[in-house]
Nanobody, 114 residues
Framework: VQLQASGGGLVQAGQSLRLSCVAS????????MLWFRQNPGRQREAVAS???????AYMDSVKGRFTIFRDDNKNAWYLQMNSLQLEDTAVYYC?????????WGKGTQVTVSS
Protein backbone atom coordinates (compact mmCIF):
# COMPACT_ATOMS: atom_id res chain seq x y z
CA VAL A 1 0.00 0.00 0.00
CA GLN A 2 1.38 3.38 -0.96
CA LEU A 3 0.04 6.57 0.51
CA GLN A 4 0.64 9.99 -0.98
CA ALA A 5 0.01 12.94 1.29
CA SER A 6 -0.21 16.51 0.08
CA GLY A 7 -1.72 19.86 0.87
CA GLY A 8 0.61 21.29 3.46
CA GLY A 9 1.84 24.82 3.35
CA LEU A 10 2.41 28.09 5.14
CA VAL A 11 -0.67 29.89 6.42
CA GLN A 12 -1.49 32.52 8.97
CA ALA A 13 -3.24 31.74 12.21
CA GLY A 14 -6.97 31.49 11.72
CA GLN A 15 -6.75 30.30 8.15
CA SER A 16 -7.52 26.88 6.74
CA LEU A 17 -5.78 24.07 4.92
CA ARG A 18 -6.94 20.76 3.55
CA LEU A 19 -4.59 17.79 3.55
CA SER A 20 -5.11 14.91 1.17
CA CYS A 21 -3.96 11.32 1.30
CA VAL A 22 -4.35 9.19 -1.78
CA ALA A 23 -3.99 5.44 -1.44
CA SER A 24 -2.81 2.96 -4.05
CA UNK A 25 -5.58 0.57 -3.01
CA UNK A 26 -9.32 0.68 -2.68
CA UNK A 27 -9.76 2.45 0.64
CA UNK A 28 -12.84 0.38 1.42
CA UNK A 29 -10.37 -2.43 2.18
CA UNK A 30 -8.62 -0.38 4.86
CA UNK A 31 -9.54 -0.97 8.47
CA UNK A 32 -8.65 2.54 9.52
CA MET A 33 -7.42 5.83 8.11
CA LEU A 34 -5.60 8.35 10.24
CA TRP A 35 -3.66 11.56 10.31
CA PHE A 36 -0.69 11.97 12.63
CA ARG A 37 1.60 14.91 13.21
CA GLN A 38 5.07 15.34 14.58
CA ASN A 39 7.42 18.11 15.58
CA PRO A 40 11.18 17.71 15.98
CA GLY A 41 12.08 16.03 19.25
CA ARG A 42 8.53 15.06 19.97
CA GLN A 43 6.54 11.89 19.55
CA ARG A 44 4.26 11.45 16.62
CA GLU A 45 0.70 11.98 17.76
CA ALA A 46 -2.59 10.90 16.29
CA VAL A 47 -4.66 13.87 15.20
CA ALA A 48 -7.71 12.22 13.70
CA SER A 49 -8.93 8.80 12.73
CA UNK A 50 -11.70 7.38 10.60
CA UNK A 51 -12.96 3.85 10.97
CA UNK A 52 -14.69 1.61 8.46
CA UNK A 53 -18.10 2.54 9.86
CA UNK A 54 -17.39 6.21 9.31
CA UNK A 55 -16.74 6.85 12.97
CA UNK A 56 -14.31 9.69 13.45
CA ALA A 57 -12.18 10.56 16.46
CA TYR A 58 -10.00 13.56 17.17
CA MET A 59 -7.38 14.66 19.61
CA ASP A 60 -8.81 17.15 22.06
CA SER A 61 -6.92 20.17 20.82
CA VAL A 62 -8.35 19.94 17.30
CA LYS A 63 -11.95 19.02 18.09
CA GLY A 64 -14.32 21.44 16.45
CA ARG A 65 -11.62 22.74 14.12
CA PHE A 66 -10.46 19.70 12.13
CA THR A 67 -12.57 17.26 10.15
CA ILE A 68 -11.45 13.94 8.68
CA PHE A 69 -13.44 12.57 5.79
CA ARG A 70 -13.06 10.24 2.87
CA ASP A 71 -13.82 10.02 -0.83
CA ASP A 72 -14.03 6.41 -1.93
CA ASN A 73 -14.24 7.40 -5.59
CA LYS A 74 -10.78 8.92 -5.32
CA ASN A 75 -9.37 6.38 -2.84
CA ALA A 76 -8.50 9.30 -0.64
CA TRP A 77 -9.11 10.77 2.75
CA TYR A 78 -8.68 14.30 3.88
CA LEU A 79 -8.07 16.46 6.88
CA GLN A 80 -9.86 19.77 6.72
CA MET A 81 -8.12 22.10 9.16
CA ASN A 82 -9.89 25.31 10.07
CA SER A 83 -8.97 28.05 12.52
CA LEU A 84 -5.37 26.95 12.44
CA GLN A 85 -3.25 27.82 15.44
CA LEU A 86 0.49 28.21 15.89
CA GLU A 87 0.48 24.94 17.84
CA ASP A 88 -0.77 23.09 14.76
CA THR A 89 2.58 23.59 13.07
CA ALA A 90 4.04 20.15 12.37
CA VAL A 91 4.76 17.58 9.73
CA TYR A 92 1.54 15.73 9.06
CA TYR A 93 1.48 12.07 8.04
CA CYS A 94 -1.32 9.91 6.80
CA UNK A 95 -1.56 6.37 8.03
CA UNK A 96 -3.68 3.38 7.17
CA UNK A 97 -4.13 -0.16 8.37
CA UNK A 98 -4.71 -3.15 6.15
CA UNK A 99 -4.73 -6.75 7.33
CA UNK A 100 -2.91 -5.83 10.51
CA UNK A 101 -0.15 -3.86 8.83
CA UNK A 102 0.22 -0.12 9.18
CA UNK A 103 1.33 2.00 6.27
CA TRP A 104 2.66 5.54 6.28
CA GLY A 105 2.73 8.27 3.72
CA LYS A 106 5.53 10.79 3.49
CA GLY A 107 4.91 13.83 5.59
CA THR A 108 3.60 17.16 4.47
CA GLN A 109 4.69 20.27 6.34
CA VAL A 110 2.10 22.57 7.84
CA THR A 111 3.41 25.85 9.19
CA VAL A 112 1.13 28.34 10.90
CA SER A 113 2.47 31.84 11.39
CA SER A 114 1.19 34.67 13.53
Amino acid sequence: VQLQASGGGLVQAGQSLRLSCVASVNISTLSSMLWFRQNPGRQREAVASLGTLGNAAYMDSVKGRFTIFRDDNKNAWYLQMNSLQLEDTAVYYCNASLSGTRYWGKGTQVTVSS
